[in-house]
């Protein structure tokens, strides 16, 4: 990224900007994939199986892409993690 003043003078070329954010609330989407109420270990276990597949791939399944975008990632996994542990509401 470049960073330029009134008179086009370059003032930055390469930086890098660190950002510490907090997911608070409930998610949109449930990280109970077995239903029983809880998200627990054996949810963890079913993410575990899908981690890393991707929209075209036969074993994708869509309930644990839970940013959706098409790979079930690290994104998905910091919000089953910030869920887990905790009983389902609604």
């Known amino acids: 990224m470049k960073v330029w003043d009134k008179a086009q003078n370059i003032l930055r070329a390469d930086f890098t900007e660190i950002i510490r954010f907090e997911v608070e609330g409930t998610p949109l989407v449930s990280v109970d994939f077995d239903g029983d109420g809880q998200v627990d270990i054996a949810d ?38 910030n869920a887990y542990g905790k009983p389902v509401t609604g």
């Open 44 to 81: 963890f276990l079913l993410f575990v199986e899908v981690f890393g597949t991707q929209s075209e791939q036969e074993n994708f399944d869509p309930k644990f892409d839970l940013d959706g975008n098409g790979i079930i990632g690290i994104p998905d996994f910091l919000i089953f993690v």
